[in-house]
């Protein structure tokens, strides 16, 4: 019991480093892919982003079932079931208390509604007794057509919806201009008449110019556009009550960045947002909207070194710098309290070795220094993470392949010390994909490595203090692989992207449960040499896809219907206290 403290610091550290680095080393890659590759936002969502924003739950999923052959899907199932619910109760509550209410119609009731079809789909599965390639398989391909779905709903709105929502607006706005003119002309000859005749009587109001009869929609043409992220509006006001978008970032379907210097999400825009200052760009605002010309991203700028002596001059003292600015951070933070310092001083060492390891050449992350160090220094890393996870000696059995790595990589990286731009540069896209793609790979490798600890942790709690382990994946594990989820979308929806807010908090989970369980057994089924796994749901589990089916037809029913397309604050409140019973019936199965 002497090593209690230390173990539930070192619980802590790995919850904060499985969050921090799926969210710092591992997302920036897949969204530059995604904006590279000119990915619909709602499409990229479903697709790179969310296996960027779940590689945590997925690969803590995909440990804990291969871990305990036997009653590890037990631990998954209740860590994906509870954080489904504390996603989707607690911080859908708190996004939607923070906000002010929220719309609830088009793409947040398709994702709800995909998450309702999940929670069915894979609770009837369980029930069965069994999991065989064919149910793996089945997951899988629910969640292909879903993105399908996302990815024809965003095609029909870029082609259909976006067009004739500009076209509109320029009717609009010449039939404006054409009756305000025969509002004057007619205000003129009133006028005239009346001093003609002695007399102040006003002309009959006239009929609102702005009020422009709407062209009717088809009925297919409504239910591609309810698939999609807007409504079919024809007014700014609209747009902006309706779904938290300003009308010319509908227009122009701009993405949004979320990490990087620039990013939503980054600490630099939370702490301008909390103190009230405004970012005056003229592209995005404090949303960090990209340019249309979203080739700027990667592409090359800046000078390299002048000579050898001089670029590996330059790179000592910016990877120095880097790591200088990540320890001021750390102090000179004023809005972090002290038990967050404390915890990133912890942190620090693993923060060191994730950026010497893990190269992010990418703009809002670039430093040449630093990308280089991380190319030459993970062989190192990768030859550690497979003698420790996978018993794999890369030294020489049969071959050297560590010297064979670990010389490709540190050539590479003399190119980029030698060659590569300043910090106030960025390399081309044509270096900086193959590079953001090695670094991407290095990232979930040290998501696998954390996740396995912090399972192994979380077991060994279970034994000591007897906690089955359902209950402690729908508390513990679900609750700490959730942080990272309430710390964004509240700042999200602070920042006046409420409805992106919400729909992460029903597509995100999922993503995590389909891929989540179709890795896992499928992992299982690989090392056991099986055709098929036998699954007995404990009570907590049953009650956790219970309350996933209320939770999400509750929210379609009062906000679709009852609320007339809008979720109010009083709907937050009563969503806590779903999560509290919830909560309470899970605690009292497992214990009666």
Known sequence: MVLAPFLFIWLILLFRMLGSTAEDYFSPSLEMFSTKLGLPPRFAGVSLLALGNGAADVSATINAITTDPKNGYLLSLGALTG??????????????????????????????????????????????????????????????IYMVIVLVADIYHRAVVIPRLEAKRNADETARQHQASIRVNEAAGDALNNIASGTEQGGESLENPDQVPSSPTGVFSTFMTALSNYDNTTSPE????????????????????????????????????????????????????????????????????????????????????????????????????????????????????????????????????????????????????????????????????????????????????????????????????????????VAATWIDWIADKLVAVLDFFGIVFHIPGPLMGLTILAWGNSMADLSANVTMARKGLANMAMTACYAGPVFNILIGISFGFSSLLVQTGQHEATVVLSPS????????????????????????????????????????????????????
């Not at 989707?88 to 709800?112: E, K, N, T, W, Y």
């Not at 010390?417 to 590079?435: E, M, Q, S």
């Open 238 to 441: 609209d747009q902006q009550e309706g779904w938290g978008v300003e009308s010319d970032d509908l227009i122009n379907e701009r993405p949004v960045v979320l990490h990087g210097n620039n990013g939503v999400l980054s600490p630099a825009r939370r702490q301008a947002t909390s103190g009230g200052e405004e970012n005056s760009e003229p592209s995005g605002g404090n949303y960090a909207m990209l340019e249309d010309g979203i080739d700027n991203i990667c592409t090359e700028s800046g000078s390299p070194a002048r000579n050898w002596p001089s670029a590996f001059r330059d790179c000592l003292s910016e990877v120095q710098i880097d790591l200088h600015e990540n320890w001021k951070e750390i102090f000179y933070d004023e809005d972090s309290p002290m038990y967050e310092k404390a915890l990133l001083v912890f942190e620090f060492p693993f923060t060191v070795f994730r950026k010497l390891t893990v190269s992010i050449p990418c703009e809002g992350h670039y430093s040449r220094g630093t990308v280089a160090a991380s190319i030459a220094i993970s062989p190192i890393w990768f030859a550690f993470y497979l003698w420790a996870e996978r018993e794999i000696n890369v030294f020489w059995d049969p071959t050297p392949y560590f010297f064979i790595h670990f010389a490709v990589c540190a050539l590479f990286a003399l190119l980029v010390v030698r060659y590569a731009p300043a910090n106030d540069g960025v390399l081309n896209l044509y270096i900086a994909a193959p590079i953001a793609l090695y670094g991407f790979i």
């Open 541 to 592: 589990v049953r009650i956790g896809f219970i309350f996933m089916i209320i939770n999400t037809t509750s929210l379609i029913f009062t906000g679709a219907f009852i609320n007339k397309g809008r979720l109010s604050k009083s709907y937050g409140y009563g969503n806590l206290v779903l999560y509290a019973v919830y909560i309470g019936l899970s605690l009292f199965a497992t214990f009666s």
């Open 83 to 144: 954080s489904c619910m504390f996603i989707g109760a607690v911080v859908a509550s708190v996004v939607i208390i923070a906000a002010d209410g929220v719309p609830c119609r088009g793409a947040l009731v398709r994702d709800v509604s995909a998450l309702l079809i999940t929670a069915v789909l894979v609770w009837i599965t369980m029930l069965s007794g069994v999991i065989g390639h064919g149910t793996i398989t089945l997951f899988a391909s629910f969640y292909v």
